[in-house]
């Protein structure tokens, strides 16, 4: 039987999940929550609902691999989501994922409200997808 990994695109606003079905990730929603800690309960909670062995967070390095603000919050996230989990957290170089996901939304012509609610959870599946192509095939 494949692990079952929980791929998360941390915001601030809104935290896209996905999952995996073996070697295929696939959007398992959307968390909104106010504040990193409430955030970190919410996907330790989907983690353990899903039993989840392995939890990918996106980092999102600069264009030259050094970590900024942005991935630095990533990291801490991780850090406290990995406790509260009680699971392995890895974090996963998402350079450009969310500008994929949008691209992707475009050429499906998907705009306004709609975009909004989906580009999260694309972020977190494409995210996903990169790890398990690299480490689990």
Request: proline share 2%.
């Amino acid at each position: 039987m494949a692990k079952i990994v929980l791929g998360v695109d941390y915001g601030d606003a809104r935290t896209g999940l996905a999952l995996n079905a073996g070697t295929f990730a696939f959007g398992a929603g959307c968390v909104r929550c106010e504040g990193m800690r409430k955030t970190a309960e919410a996907v330790a909670a989907a983690a353990i609902e899903k039993k989840a062995e392995l939890i990918v967070v996106g980092n999102p390095l600069n264009m030259n691999g050094t970590e900024g603000p942005r991935s630095e919050k990533c990291r801490a996230f991780a850090a406290m989501l990995s406790e509260m989990a009680g699971i392995p957290v890895e974090l996963y170089d998402e350079r450009l994922t969310t500008v994929s996901a949008h691209n992707i939304l475009s050429e499906l012509n998907v705009r306004g409200k709609k975009r909004k609610n989906n580009v999260d959870e694309l972020s977190a599946t494409l995210i996903l997808q990169d790890y398990i192509d690299r480490n689990m095939k």
